[in-house]
């Protein structure tokens, strides 16, 4: 099987829709040199769509199926994507139907949280959490007997025990390409927390964190939707920060913070950190809880089986002992220069080239050891 015969069609939210929108834009160009031809079909975020919308879409994408015996149809699957979920559903012709699934083991945990539903919380949960495991079983007939990638292997695992008539196949978040900052042993005494805020991220912890640390050590916050936390005395907000800007935060910090609990009250879920690949492209040690694919990480990262002021602790330790520190960043560097999208995106080119049946493992890791590292 010669990829550059076909044609891949490339279902994922637009660019600047989350962090999988961000990843889709990499993988995307990760991908191109590859295929005769790529087309990408970008679609809103979660909650966006109707019934209707998301019928469109499922004519829109069956016309990009010109021949389906040579198309691949690749598409991105998170909490709430119902359009790639059902739009990807049983195209006619019988294209090859892979996935990435970025919230494992489910590949869509709300199957018809449709833009009606997602205006409405308490009946979204109400129509999906009392029936979860009836539409697990609808996840797991959708599924059938594709491909899906996960970003750690903990979800790869994870979607091996949901969906056994499926291929699970284990690669690994992206680094994405940043410009070289200063060492981290060199930075100003401060930690960072990173990110988009919502639920689980920990930020509503930032409190206990300042009250645990040693006041020298300073507290910088940035990502979307920081502007709006409430202010704590000795902690800098900085919101939303992009180029030259997000160098210079993670120029400002040692380490980076990411006290990630359970977020989700259907269960456990194993998805990768885009920002904990994000410290890793600038050369940024990581202290994180023990949670998850977080525990996966192999190298440059401080993993702790405890709460907010153990992880206080441990981030104290960390930035004050420059050795520590600058062992820790050395083997960020190795994962940086490991998990480029170039690199990475040779796990998808394996898979895609192997017949579908003649797939007999089900759950596959074609990476080498060092490509596991810095999940979660």
């Known amino acids: 099987m010669t990829l550059s015969d076909y044609r891949l069609v490339y279902v994922a939210p637009r660019s600047g829709v989350g962090g999988v929108g961000d990843y889709a834009d990499d993988f995307s160009v990760a991908v191109r040199p590859h295929f005769r031809e790529v087309v990408e079909y970008r679609h809103d975020g979660p909650g966006s769509d109707s019934v209707r919308d998301i019928l469109a879409h499922r004519r829109a994408i069956q016309k990009l199926v010109d021949d389906p015996e040579r198309t691949i149809v690749h598409c991105e699957l998170s909490g709430g994507s119902v359009v790639p979920f059902w739009a990807t559903r049983r195209l006619t012709g019988n294209p090859r139907v892979t996935a990435t699934v970025h919230d494992p083991p489910g590949l869509v945990w709300w199957p018809a949280r449709t833009k009606f539903l997602a205006g409405r919380k308490i009946l979204n949960h109400g129509i999906h959490y009392p029936l979860r495991s009836l539409w697990r079983r609808l996840e797991r007939a959708a599924a059938g007997e594709r491909t899906f990638f996960a970003l750690t292997k903990a979800g790869a695992d994870s979607l091996a025990r949901e969906y056994p008539a499926a291929t699970a196949t284990a690669s690994t978040l992206f680094v994405p390409e940043r410009p070289n900052i200063m060492a981290a042993e060199e930075r100003p005494l401060a930690i960072g927390l990173f990110g988009l805020v919502y639920r689980g991220k920990g930020f509503d912890q930032i409190q206990q964190l300042r009250d645990a640390l040693p006041r020298e ?160």
């Open 217 to 376: 050590i300073a507290i910088r916050v940035a990502g979307r939707g920081t502007e709006q936390l409430p202010p704590v005395d000795g902690v800098e907000i900085v919101g939303e920060v992009n180029g030259p800007d997000e160098d210079a935060f993670f120029a400002s910090v040692r380490a980076l913070v990411v006290p990630y609990g359970r977020r989700t009250i259907y269960g456990d879920a194993f998805p990768a950190s885009s920002v904990v690949t994000r410290a890793i492209a600038y050369q940024t040690p990581i202290v994180c809880m023990k949670y998850g694919a977080l525990a996966e990480s192999d190298g440059g990262a401080v993993v702790v089986d405890g709460g907010i002021d153990d992880v206080a602790d441990a981030a104290a330790t960390l930035v004050t002992d420059t050795v520590a520190l600058a062992r820790l960043r050395r083997e960020v560097e190795t994962l940086r220069t490991a998990n480029t999208p170039m690199l990475v995106v040779d796990d998808f080119l394996s898979a895609w080239k192997v017949t579908p049946s003649l797939a007999a493992a089900r759950v596959t890791n074609p990476t080498a050891s060092l490509r596991g590292v810095g999940r979660g």
